[in-house]
């Protein structure tokens, strides 16, 4: 059974830092492009952050762009998402995908919540 | 503002058929880019429920069916049923964007 699960989420200061980690089971995750989708609270997604399948390419949604940074260790069967210079703005449910390319984001985690507030 | 507009809301009746859009420009559904559509149950994660435009993955009813014309999408639920209440966004790529993968700011279905 596929599983993501999502931790790292919690209360921080404006201008902090958080890492985010995604914990995957049940499938063979270096074959796999990962994601991560944000939600603030009453919103709609927000796609965040991509990584190829061996790490080697990386792309980022403008907003977040020189303050995020995706990374996977395969070895580890983890995706991680490092978020500084948190903003009020940032505040959302941030979800992990898995990326099949042409198929969509087939598996979700439940999510790790980041607040961003003094 | 989403680079793919979704109507914020749409309801039906139980039984009834609903339709729900996601319109692009030439840059991402007129590109040619795949279109996928999620459903998002109340205070659960997204999950996926029609991709490459038409297709449903294993165990999405056949109810919900996608469409894609032009630079824009179609979602359609028939036979209406009042656990489809949920909010339903699309997603696909642009060209014009440096990360690619945009979604639709969402719709709101309301099982009347």
């Known amino acids: 059974e596929v599983q993501l699960l999502e931790s790292g989420g919690g209360l921080v200061q404006p201008g902090g830092s958080l890492r985010l980690s995604c914990a995957a089971s049940?499938?063979?995750?270096?074959?796999?492009?990962m994601n991560w989708v944000r939600q603030a609270p009453g919103k709609g997604l927000e796609w965040v952050s991509g990584i190829s399948d061996n790490g080697g390419s990386t792309y980022y949604a403008e907003s977040v762009k020189g303050r995020f940074t995706i990374s996977r260790d395969n070895s580890k069967n983890t995706l991680y998402l490092q978020i500084n210079s948190l903003r009020a703005e940032d505040t959302a449910v941030y979800y992990c995908?898995?990326?099949?390319?042409?198929?969509?984001?087939?598996?979700w985690g439940q999510g790790t919540l980041v607040t961003v507030s003094s | 503002q989403s680079v793919l507009t979704q109507p914020p809301s749409v309801s039906g009746a139980p039984g009834q058929r609903v339709t729900i859009s996601c319109t692009g420009s030439?840059?991402?559904?007129?590109?040619?880019?795949?279109v996928h559509w999620y459903q998002q149950l109340p205070g659960t994660a997204p999950k996926l429920l029609i991709y490459g435009n038409t297709n449903r993955p294993s165990g999405v009813p056949d109810r919900f069916s996608g469409s894609k014309s032009g630079t824009s999408a179609s979602l359609a639920i028939t036979g209406l049923q009042a656990e489809d209440e949920a909010d339903y966004y699309c997603q696909s790529y642009d060209s014009s964007l440096s990360g690619s993968t945009v979604f639709g700011g969402g719709t709101k279905l309301t099982v009347l």
């Open positions: 995908a898995r990326d099949t390319t042409a198929w969509g984001f087939d598996y």
């Open positions: 030439s840059s991402n559904i007129g590109a040619g880019y795949d």
């Open positions: 049940g499938f063979t995750f270096s074959s796999y492009a």
